[in-house]
């Protein structure tokens, strides 16, 4: 979604998916680690993977940012806290999908739970990131 938004203002767009994985990548590896040294607490995984995964996520997708925005600072608040609210609710529909045979109706909730929460970090960042648009605009 991200990057739907800035293909149309800057030439360079396509770095931001390398940039996006990167975050991403490291969003979850956190957020499985977190979880598990926490006695498999999900939320404390996903809201602390998350955040970090968010901050760093944010701040190199920032340095994409500052070539063509003047105003970047809120994206990586934006893209930390967006992290985090989505990996909570992932975090607590896999823990809640722990131990459930496979077809099972909490399984199916926790694929939509998941395409919940990408919407809402796609959501928060998306709004984030027009605002940065139109502020250096």
Known sequence: VQWLILRRHFPGAAKWIWSTAVGSGLAFALAVLI???????????????GAIGG????LIQQTLLREYLAETGLWVVASAVAWAVALIIMGI????AVGRP???PGLVMVMLLAIVA????????????????????
């Open 55 to 58: 901050v760093v996520a944010g």
């Open 118 to 137: 990408v919407l809402i970090k796609a959501a928060i960042t998306g709004v984030a990131l027009m605002r940065s648009v139109q502020q250096s605009a």
């Open 102 to 104: 496979a077809g099972s």
């Open 35 to 49: 979880a598990g040294a926490a006695g498999q607490s999900w939320f404390l995984g996903g809201l602390i993977g």
């Open 93 to 96: 529909a896999m823990g809640a």
